[in-house]
């Protein structure tokens, strides 16, 4: 099992920056898939980012490929988000989620693929 908290939500004007955390505590960070969702207000839960256990892999929404970078360190066992160029269609409760995997270079895209999840936070992009 993996526990993964979420930090560095908050409000940012269009056109700023902000970097999401997430710490995950257990064992074996480095045999977990991770994965960034985002739910805005009557929305689906849907895929933002996801990296591979090694980080040699990512993947990406269309709509944030280009400004969102995620990235991961094992040693700290946290994986970020760095979010550039922000718009008010970001603005959403941002999730942390994680799989173990067998494989060091794939990921997943899917809410549906991974079973552990954080408790969300919040970020809101004033226009």
């Known amino acids: 099992q993996v526990q993964l908290v979420e930090s560095g939500g908050g409000l940012v004007q269009a056109g700023g920056s902000l970097r999401l955390s997430c710490a995950a505590s257990?064992?074996?960070?480095?045999?977990?898939?991770m994965g960034w969702f985002r739910q805005a207000p009557g929305k689906e839960r849907a895929f933002v980012a996801a990296?591979?256990?090694?980080?040699?892999?990512?993947g990406y929404a269309d709509s944030v490929k280009g400004r969102f970078a995620i990235s991961r360190d094992n040693v700290k066992n946290t994986v970020y988000l760095q979010m550039n160029s922000l718009n008010p269609e970001d603005t959403a409760v941002y999730y942390c989620?994680?799989?173990?995997?067998?494989?060091?270079?794939?990921?997943?895209?899917?809410?549906?693929?991974?079973?552990?999840w954080g408790q969300g936070t919040q970020v809101t992009v004033s226009s």
């Open positions: 989620a994680a799989r173990a995997s067998g494989y060091n270079n794939i990921y997943y895209g899917t809410k549906e693929d991974f079973p552990y």
């Open positions: 990296i591979s256990r090694s980080g040699g892999n990512t």
């Open positions: 257990g064992r074996s960070f480095n045999t977990y898939v």
